[in-house]
């Protein structure tokens, strides 16, 4: 089959609607498979009905302070990498961009490193989070300050990997200069991304930046969607093109910070999940949004769930699993590109 | 009555004058051809008057209002823009691309109602697209992709259409139509300006030729005044062979001059 013909049986099926019904029951069954499985060993049927028990209070304890913080997490982490590749790739109008592309998540990691190797986070739970969303913002204002205000897609683009260049380097030396092996093992650790043990409080911190970014993001869904059109065609459609581009990626740039200053870094969610998903919204960009954050949300919980019933004496982090099924998803997008282009 | 107004139009690109002191204006029911040789500054001219370019001198007036002075939303309602090999970045259905040109009428977080919905296919209808809705558009002939890419102009109800050379790459029987529809359009009351390569389609179908040359306007007038043997020779370097049909005139590009004083 011709790529032509391809995309011709593809656009003429337009399933956002069923396709975001079928996301949401799905994230609801995914959302009590999290809380069924965990290191304890105690299934759902198990939970409800030791519920009743002696054991009660350990049953809720484990329910409300371990899984339940973790399934939402996964939720809203999830969702945020969907909606902020979906929006990037939208800005850029590449579909090979992705999230952390822009500098945010890697400055937000060596921001939450930093925390971790000066042994501020020892001294507040919060610290680690905090530095992270510093690094994130901080990102944004540099990206600002070598981009320019009025600077186009691919001096962003670039600026971008120079930041991430720079925040690979520094936390590279932080490793460098640790005092111990233990200090090493944590911050290695912590950067692998995951949602394990992290607590209602790291979720409020991150919580109004994601949601933030959200709307900043779904705002501007209609001016995605012109950009389609070329930014000249965008601007002649009433957009202002350098207030959206700095709208996107201020959104872009929170919920990622966010969620990685929480969760550390959680790879190819925000790429794969819009790639796959844009068939399904006739390549709308605007419709896009909403379908990739379900989406992102879905993979996010079921890779979490499936690194959990994995048989391994060490539970895998999380960004190992998005990052072993992503890989080579992003290699076939490569191969598929070559044989288009061909 | 609507018009479009550039006034001492001047603008640099890079810090290189393209355009010096340029006047033209644009009044509804009239289709205006803008030609001249590559590198004129016809695109730029175009870009200018859709508010796409910021001015070093002159301006351009909307209804003796200058255009900087109106919002974003009134200047996107009334003019629409066709730049020159639109791109179209996604696979997107012919419906969902004409839809695009709606977007100024929308309200924030609404939904594309029945008015919007009559504007499309009647857009799809005078392009005669009717048929294309569900196709991609990376499947459309080129012919079909330049009524198609006409129709979301169409869509908005522009009283103004600002066309960056519609025609380029179709075969004359394609060219034609969409020739036809400009000239439809400007009767039914748009005003149409279009930048233009072909002569011979220019001066058959537009009221009023513009010509552009090293960003500044030659001559302005009837086509075949202005696309003159004296002009033609200078502006472009060719000479023409002029011809009468069906009770109007019409030209030919025949040589280029250097050619001939060579031989």
């Known amino acids: 089959m011709t790529a032509a013909a391809s995309c011709a049986s ?29 290191r304890s060993g105690l299934g759902l049927v198990a939970l409800v009905q030791r519920a009743h028990g002696e054991d009660a209070q350990t049953v809720a304890l484990i329910l409300r302070e371990i899984r339940l913080p973790r399934a939402i997490l996964g939720l809203l982490v999830g969702s945020a990498l969907g909606l902020a590749g979906a929006a990037l790739q ?32 020892g001294l507040f739970a919060l610290a680690l989070p905090l530095g992270g969303l510093a690094g994130a913002f901080l990102a944004v204002a540099l990206l600002y300050g070598i981009a320019g205000r009025e600077g186009g897609v691919l001096t962003l683009i670039l600026a971008g990997i120079a930041l991430n260049s720079f925040s690979a380097a520094l936390t590279a030396l932080l490793l460098n ?13 912590w950067l692998l991304g995951s949602l394990a043990d992290r607590s209602f409080d790291q979720l409020w911190l991150a919580a109004p930046f994601i949601l933030a970014g959200a709307i900043l993001m779904l705002a501007d869904g209609r001016a995605l969607d012109a950009l389609a059109l070329g930014e000249d065609t965008a601007q002649s459609l009433g957009f202002h093109l350098v207030a959206v581009r700095w709208r996107v990626i201020a959104g872009v740039a929170m919920t990622v910070g966010a969620a990685v200053s929480v969760t550390g870094v959680i790879g190819f ?8 998903l844009r068939p399904v919204v006739g390549y709308r960009p605007s419709a896009l949004l909403a379908l990739s954050a379900l989406g992102g949300a879905a993979l996010t919980l079921a890779s979490d769930i499936a690194l959990r019933l994995l048989p391994s004496q060490f539970e895998l982090k999380l960004g190992v699993v998005t990052a072993l099924i992503g890989a080579p998803f992003f290699l076939y997008l490569v191969l598929k590109f070559r044989r288009s282009v061909a | 009555m609507i018009q479009l107004r550039a006034q001492g139009m001047t603008v640099a690109l890079g810090g290189r004058p393209v355009l010096s002191g340029v006047d033209l204006t644009l009044g509804a029911g009239q289709l205006v051809g803008l030609v001249g040789p590559n590198g004129a500054g016809k695109t730029t001219f175009l870009r200018a008057m859709a508010g796409l370019m910021p001015l070093r001198g002159g301006q351009v007036l909307l209804d003796e209002r200058p255009l900087a002075e109106t919002s974003r ?34 309200e924030p977080w609404a939904k594309p109602g029945g008015a919007d919905r009559a504007a499309v296919e009647q857009a799809l209808r005078a392009t005669e697209t009717t048929g294309l809705l569900e196709r991609p558009v990376p499947t459309l002939s080129d012919g079909e992709r330049a009524r198609v890419l006409l129709a979301r102009c169409l869509a908005g109800d522009p009283e103004i259409l600002l066309a960056d050379e519609p025609v380029a790459g179709l075969d004359p029987y394609h060219a034609l139509k969409v020739m036809e529809l400009l000239g439809l359009r400007a009767a039914s009351g748009m005003a149409v300006l279009v930048v233009l390569h072909d002569l011979a389609l ?54 280029r001059l250097d050619a001939e004083a060579r031989r």
């Not at chain 1, 969610?269 to 796959?276: A, D, S, Y």
């Not at chain 2, 629409?80 to 004409?98: D, G």
Request: with cysteine; proline share 6%; aromatic share 8%.
């Open chain 1, 10 to 38: 593809l656009a003429r099926r337009e399933h956002g609607g069923i396709a975001a019904l079928a996301l949401g029951v799905v994230i609801v069954l995914l959302f009590f498979a999290s809380l069924a499985v965990g």
């Open chain 1, 90 to 121: 939208g800005l850029l109008r590449n579909p090979l961009a992705e999230p952390g592309l822009i500098g945010a998540s890697g400055a937000a990691a060596l921001g939450a490193v930093a925390t971790l190797y000066f042994g501020l986070s």
């Open chain 1, 177 to 189: 200069l640790a005092p111990s092996p233990y200090a090493v093992q944590e911050i290695v650790h």
């Open chain 1, 269 to 276: 969610v925000g790429l794969v999940v819009p790639h796959l």
């Open chain 2, 73 to 106: 939303k009134e200047r996107a309602r009334r003019i629409a823009y066709l730049p020159q090999r639109q791109q179209v970045e996604w696979p997107l259905s012919v419906r969902r691309l004409v839809e695009l040109g709606r977007i100024p009428h929308l």
């Open chain 2, 202 to 255: 220019a001066a058959r179908f537009c009221e009023r030729l513009v010509l552009l040359a090293d960003g500044r306007v030659r001559a302005e007038g009837a086509p075949l005044e202005v696309l003159s043997p004296a002009h033609l020779a200078e502006s472009y370097g060719i000479r023409a062979q002029y011809g009468q049909a069906d009770g109007r005139h019409y030209l030919v590009p025949w040589s």
